[in-house]
């Protein structure tokens, strides 16, 4: 079983590759680590730095030394973080260590998520029905966005022959997603919510408009139903079973329904795309959360252009990781990788006990890996945790 920490390079840098690795290896027992590789904006309590104790990494940068002919006249250009180009090619010294007996490597590959560049390239960004432009997301849909994020896998996994590529974010992003400071005096719905997620950037109504989906008519629906949202003076549920009962509650609306159901062709063809131009020896995994259908993630479609997938059991209990577990093998079918991934972050982990009875559903011939989040973010006991989580695996 594969058993990795998603960790990133500035910790490393830190802490020391030497220390990582024991902390990694001996002290949680782990044989895998998952490297930042492409990132996003935030603030992080760095819990084990030695140097600092509040990060604010680089927005929308990657973490590896390109090759600049697979680059060359691409119409959106990436950005090496100033801590690689500063400090040092943090990936090929953990893949150096892994030919010489350290662990293995993958590579945290954040793909759309990506405000630096939607700032730069704003015709590559998803717009919601009223044109609005969301810059923190590129759009699968948008050719440019999806020749970015194919050189972006082909050169890690040519350049640097990691173990595996775990994809965030090939997909749509949700309207609320944590941006600096946003205000909603609203008081949107989990429906709401997702009807401001939908794109119709031209990209997307001209690929729906190939496959016979009139996107314009499910704008002008959407558009709709978001302006009588504003106008009420409270919020109220237009529907009470969403997102429970999935995209049948679309149904009466035949031309919006059939907009939902191709907004999945996107995301699973580029993800396609990317198995196809990686390195034949390097696995491609999507990282997906429970309700990833609400980004066009359709797990079963793309269990069969990757390798597999990694599921998130962020916040869930026991029996919820057994379910997720039980669904996953069988969208993806037998073959194909499934890794369970965990949130170390206090409370939702309150202590060792809590860790062995989450990770315990998952230790199944039928499970090949096990993640665990973040390596730099947590103190130094919880590694402890997962050691006994995974006791004699």
Same mark, same amino acid.
């Given at each position: 079983?594969?058993?990795?920490? @998603?960790?990133?390079?500035?910790?490393?840098?830190?802490?020391?590759?030497? &220390?990582?690795?024991?902390?990694?290896?001996?002290?949680?027992?782990?044989?895998?680590?998952?490297?930042?590789? =492409?990132?996003?904006?935030?603030?992080?309590?760095?819990?084990?730095?030695?140097?600092?104790?509040?990060?604010?990494?680089?927005?929308?940068?990657?973490?590896?030394?390109?090759?600049?002919?697979? @680059?060359?006249?691409?119409?959106?250009?990436?950005?090496?973080?100033?801590?690689?180009?500063?400090?040092?090619?943090?990936?090929?010294?953990?893949?150096?260590?892994?030919?010489?007996?350290?662990?293995?490597?993958?590579?945290?590959?954040?793909?759309?998520?990506?405000?630096?560049?939607?700032?730069?390239?704003?015709?590559?960004? &998803?717009?919601?029905?009223?044109?609005?432009?969301?810059?923190?997301?590129?759009?699968?849909?948008?050719?440019?966005?999806?020749?970015?994020?194919? !050189?972006?896998?082909?050169?890690?996994?040519?350049?640097?022959?990691?173990?595996?590529?775990?994809?965030?974010?090939?997909?749509?992003?949700?309207? !609320?997603?944590?941006?600096?400071?946003?205000?909603?005096?609203?008081?949107? &719905?989990?429906?709401?919510?997702?009807?401001?997620?939908?794109?119709?950037?031209? =990209?997307?109504?001209?690929?729906? !408009?190939?496959?016979?989906?009139?996107?314009?008519?499910?704008?002008?629906?959407?558009?709709?139903?978001?302006?009588?949202?504003?106008?009420?003076?409270?919020?109220?549920?237009?529907?009470?079973?969403?997102?429970? +009962?999935?995209?049948?509650?679309?149904?009466? @609306?035949?031309?919006?329904?059939?907009?939902?159901?191709?907004?999945?062709?996107?995301?699973?063809?580029?993800?396609?795309?990317?198995?196809?131009?990686?390195?034949?020896? &390097?696995?491609?995994?999507?990282?997906?959360?429970?309700?990833? @259908?609400?980004?066009?993630?359709?797990?079963?479609?793309?269990?069969?252009?990757?390798?597999?997938?990694?599921?998130?059991?962020?916040?869930?209990?026991?029996?919820?990781?057994?379910?997720?577990?039980?669904?996953?093998?069988?969208?993806?079918?037998?073959?194909?990788?499934?890794?369970?991934?965990?949130?170390?972050?206090?409370?939702?982990?309150?202590?060792?006990?809590?860790?062995?009875?989450?990770?315990?559903? !998952?230790?199944?011939?039928?499970?090949?890996?096990?993640?665990?989040?973040?390596?730099?973010?947590?103190?130094?006991?919880?590694? +402890?945790?997962?050691?006994?989580?995974?006791?004699?695996?």
């Amino acid at each position: 079983m594969q058993l990795s920490m @998603w960790t990133y390079p500035w910790d490393i840098q830190d802490l020391g590759l030497e &220390t990582v690795e024991r902390d990694l290896m001996q002290r949680a027992g782990l044989n895998m680590i998952s490297l930042a590789t =492409s990132y996003h904006a935030g603030r992080f309590l760095q819990a084990r730095s030695p140097k600092r104790k509040a990060y604010f990494p680089e927005d929308g940068t990657i973490y590896f030394k390109p090759s600049a002919a697979r @680059w060359t006249h691409l119409a959106i250009q990436p950005k090496v973080a100033d801590v690689i180009r500063e400090g040092g090619d943090v990936l090929g010294q953990l893949i150096r260590r892994r030919e010489a007996g350290g662990p293995g490597v993958s590579c945290w590959t954040v793909c759309l998520h990506n405000t630096r560049l939607g700032m730069l390239y704003p015709q590559a960004v &998803t717009r919601n029905a009223f044109g609005d432009l969301n810059y923190y997301s590129l759009c699968p849909s948008n050719p440019d966005a999806r020749v970015y994020v194919r !050189a972006l896998v082909a050169d890690i996994s040519h350049g640097y022959r990691p173990d595996r590529i775990e994809l965030e974010s090939p997909s749509f992003m949700g309207f !609320a997603h944590e941006y600096h400071h946003e205000k909603d005096g609203v008081g949107l &719905t989990p429906e709401d919510d997702f009807l401001l997620s939908l794109c119709f950037c031209p =990209s997307c109504l001209d690929r729906a !408009a190939k496959a016979a989906v009139d996107g314009e008519a499910a704008r002008k629906l959407v558009a709709q139903w978001i302006v009588e949202t504003c106008e009420r003076a409270v919020p109220a549920r237009r529907f009470p079973d969403f997102p429970a +009962d999935g995209l049948d509650v679309f149904r009466p @609306w035949p031309e919006l329904h059939a907009y939902l159901l191709w907004r999945f062709e996107p995301v699973t063809s580029l993800v396609a795309e990317l198995r196809e131009v990686a390195h034949p020896a &390097t696995k491609v995994l999507i990282i997906d959360l429970k309700d990833g @259908w609400l980004g066009g993630c359709d797990l079963a479609a793309l269990g069969k252009v990757c390798d597999g997938a990694i599921l998130c059991a962020y916040g869930m209990q026991p029996d919820d990781v057994a379910s997720v577990v039980t669904a996953g093998r069988a969208a993806l079918g037998a073959g194909k990788f499934l890794g369970i991934g965990y949130r170390l972050f206090y409370p939702e982990m309150s202590g060792p006990d809590v860790l062995v009875a989450k990770v315990k559903p !998952a230790r199944r011939p039928d499970v090949d890996g096990l993640n665990f989040y973040n390596y730099g973010l947590v103190p130094a006991a919880r590694l +402890d945790w997962m050691k006994a989580a995974l006791l004699d695996l």
